[in-house]
């Protein structure tokens, strides 16, 4: 499946939901939930991030839950972050709280109910068979 891109000429004010890769080099303002997320240089998030892969170049205003967090030395990350693995390379700015969770994605789980009450039930039955899909 190829990745999602939004380009930096684009800015998406809402949720983002994918069941595969989302590339970010515009600017969101809204939660993102996907499996792989790549944040440019150039790219801004504001808003909560669930997904399985996190890598950083950009800037992102919330929080993070992720299997895995990579913050690279452009990064600019402000809120908390629950993780498995953290990795924060020289240079990166990061302003909030780590913690460490066998199951970060299910520390999500408010954030999950939430969008779940402000989106269509077609797709709110598509999240909650992924959410399956991973338990199984």
């Known amino acids: 499946m190829a990745p999602s891109i939004i380009g930096e000429d684009l800015t998406i004010t809402g949720n ?21 997320l790549t944040i440019g240089d150039h790219g801004r998030i504001t808003g909560s991030i669930v997904a399985e ?3 950083v ?9 992720a299997l895995t967090v990579t913050l690279e030395a452009s990064s600019h990350v402000e809120g ?10 020289h240079g990166g700015f990061f302003e909030g709280r780590s913690r460490r969770s066998d199951d970060p994605l299910s520390q999500a789980a408010s954030s ?16 909650r068979a992924t959410k399956i899909e991973r338990a199984a």
Do not use: W, Y
């Not at 170049?57 to 839950?65: E, F, L, V, Y």
């Not at 908390?80 to 390379?89: N, S, T």
């Open 16 to 36: 983002i939901i994918s069941k595969g890769e989302v590339q970010v080099e515009g600017d969101v303002q809204g939660d993102v939930f996907c499996a792989s």
């Open 53 to 55: 892969e996190v890598i």
């Open 57 to 65: 170049h950009g800037r992102i205003s919330g929080t993070i839950n």
């Open 80 to 89: 908390d972050i629950c993780h498995q693995a953290l990795k924060l390379e």
């Open 112 to 127: 999950v109910d939430t969008l779940r009450q402000t989106i269509t039930p077609a797709v709110s039955e598509k999240l």
